[in-house]
């Protein structure tokens, strides 16, 4: 059971505020490292709970600030996509140890940092011809999915983006569209789970001014701040929290 001790907050408070900064700013990626961090100290099932909440009051926060810079037909094809790879995500959830989502949840994370840096390092470039729409409903069924299990579609639907060639606030905006749409489509199968529970409410009530503080710095820092600096940080901290997340689903 989920219990409030000062552990769990010295923990959860910097995961909160780094999951506002990311969305908020640097294009929601980033953010699923708030639930792999939690699940070093909780089950999988009970980290992904406690964030779904949060996630979605970063959302909702996040959505002023770019209201209608987004790009609509983008964001169309994405969020239907989104929705089969949301549902299969909760058929596996019924029938998966919870240490299969330790390893999910570590080798997605692992994948997130060699996604980066094969984009960073121009391994990975968008072709010059932008991707079809069949191509962006199968990106959205895998972010789909990867967010229900783990808050970590960024990769599936950037390396669509990217293709579309979006400026840097127009790709940062269809961002938080499509992931505010499916994080409200995976709210009722995570009620029907029971992810949710009475001290994980408690938790969010008492998290959420962390995630809106998180979520007011990634808005100014998203023309300020260093963003290799920013990403430089997260693989460290997602390298070994991977790392950890695997060895122990493993074993």
Known sequence: ??????????????????????????????AFASS???????PPGQALGVMLPLLMLIDLATLGPFWKRWSVPDARLLILG?????ALGALLYQVAEPDVFRVLIGGIALAFIAWQLAVQYKLFQP????????????????AGFTSFVSHAGGPPAAAYMLSQRLDKTTYQATTVLVFWAINIAKFVPYVLLGLFTATSLTANLILAPVALLGTWIGVKAHRRMNERLFFGITYVALGITG?????????
Do not use: H
């Open 36 to 42: 792999a961090i939690l699940a070093l100290v909780l």
């Open 82 to 86: 989104g929705l089969p790879g949301v």
């Open 127 to 142: 072709s010059g011809e932008r991707l079809p729409g069949w191509v962006g409903l199968l990106a959205g069924a895998t």
């Open 1 to 30: 059971m989920l219990e409030l001790t000062p552990f769990f907050f010295a923990v959860a408070v910097p995961a909160v505020l780094f999951a506002g900064i990311s969305k908020g700013g640097f294009g929601s990626g980033a």
């Open 243 to 251: 790392i950890k997340l695997v060895w122990e689903g493993l074993t």
